[in-house]
């Protein structure tokens, strides 16, 4: 048996405040993660990341805010052996009021104190944020 090479793409938004970054537990779920997720069809990064969050914390990202901030790969959680998650990750600004929807049960903002709470690619973000005195 040969191990497993696939990538999963997957598209987040970075916001963080006070030291601390926007995260959401899913239900059913233990590990917090950065609000995101995977493109559908032929969607661009900017389509991608509009639909995700309005779909899990029920804003609107404006469009002409978007900012690429990084691109993370990290092995992915509760995967076969060799599966990656390849984060692609933007700032952008909102309209609304941040509220679970959709599968996600929780919203919370959380300190790098919570690393060993999330996913091994949010890790690499934290890490990436305290390193920039962000977090």
Known sequence: MGVTTALIDKIALIE???????????KGKEKYYIPGGKREGQ???TETLIREIKEELSVSIDPVSISYFGTFTAPS????????????????????????????EEI???TYQD??????????????????GEL
């Open 16 to 26: 963080t405040k006070d030291r601390s970054i926007l995260s959401t537990r899913s």
């Open 43 to 45: 969607e661009t990064d």
């Open 77 to 104: 959680d509760g995967a076969p052996q060799g599966v990656q998650v390849q984060m692609t990750c933007y700032t952008a600004t909102y309209t609304g009021t941040l509220t679970a929807n959709s599968e996600i």
């Open 108 to 110: 919370v903002w959380l």
């Open 115 to 132: 690393i060993k709470k999330v996913s091994a690619v949010d890790k690499l973000i934290f890490n990436f944020l305290k390193d920039r």
